[in-house]
T-cell receptor, first 111, second 113 residues
Framework: LAKTTQPISMDSYEGQEVNITCSHN???????ITWYQQFPSQGPRFIIQ???TKVTNEVASLFIPADRKSSTLSLPRVSLSDTAVYYC????????????FGAGTRLAVHP | DTGVSQDPRHKITKRGQNVTFRCDPI?????LYWYRQTLGQGPEFLTY????????KSRLLSDRFSAERPKGSFSTLEIQRTEQGDSAMYLC???????????FGPGTRLTVT
């Protein structure tokens, strides 16, 4: 399973766009990239998933370059409620989707 | 549907006691997962069920841990002879077969004194 590397922490302010980059140098052809969000004392929550280029949903965008060795989660106009831990994971599409979490990125949004 | 539920939400037990946790997945989901999370770390995979079949157990799951999913509905995770190192948040998740998104419950926080 591909290992992911992402910043330990980030700080931002309300209304700003936040980009969290994750590297996954040994991603395999059949792997997908997925991101989860976790608030304190809650289970993780799915944000977005993609294979290549760009994916956008109502809460975030995911940018994946052609070599797929990295990906960037983009959160537009963050608010205080976006303060959470964000996990980047590589998901093997041929398996049963066992999630391997790293330490994640702790995002703090300030007023 | 109200999502994945777990019971109890908190459990305090003395070392050496047995504890059992319950997870009720989203009703139409075939896949059920257990994870364990300690403070400051991401969740760690423990075990996975597809319907009633337990298809994988992590090496983290010692012989003191056992999980069941009778009839492919709710699941239980039992820890025998608890140790202080078992103190953690135990998370359950479920997903629909063929879909990747996992829905997590609120977790059961275990404290072993």
């Amino acid at each position: 399973l591909a290992k992911t590397t992402q910043p330990i922490s980030m700080d931002s302010y309300e209304g700003q766009e936040v980009n969290i980059t994750c590297s996954h140098n040994n991603i395999a052809t059949n792997d997908y990239i997925t991101w989860y969000q976790q608030f304190p004392s809650q289970g993780p929550r799915f944000i977005i998933q993609g294979y290549k280029t760009k994916v956008t949903n109502e809460v975030a965008s995911l940018f994946i370059p052609a070599d797929r060795k990295s990906s960037t989660l983009s959160l537009p106009r963050v608010s205080l409620s976006d303060t959470a831990v964000y996990y980047c994971l590589v998901l093997f599409s041929g398996g049963y989707n066992k999630l391997i979490f790293g330490a994640g990125t702790r995002l703090a949004v300030h007023p | 549907d109200t999502g994945v539920s777990q019971d109890p939400r908190h459990k305090i037990t003395k070392r050496g006691q047995n504890v059992t946790f319950r997870c009720d997945p989203i009703s139409e989901h075939n896949r059920l997962y257990w994870y364990r999370q300690t403070l400051g770390q991401g969740p760690e995979f423990l075990t996975y069920f597809q319907n009633e079949a337990q298809l994988e157990k992590s090496r983290l799951l010692s012989d003191r841990f056992s999980a069941e999913r009778p009839k492919g509905s709710f699941s239980t995770l039992e820890i025998q002879r608890t140790e202080q190192g078992d103190s953690a948040m135990y998370l359950c998740a479920s997903s629909l077969q063929g879909r990747d998104e996992q829905y997590f419950g609120p977790g059961t926080r275990l404290t072993v004194t």
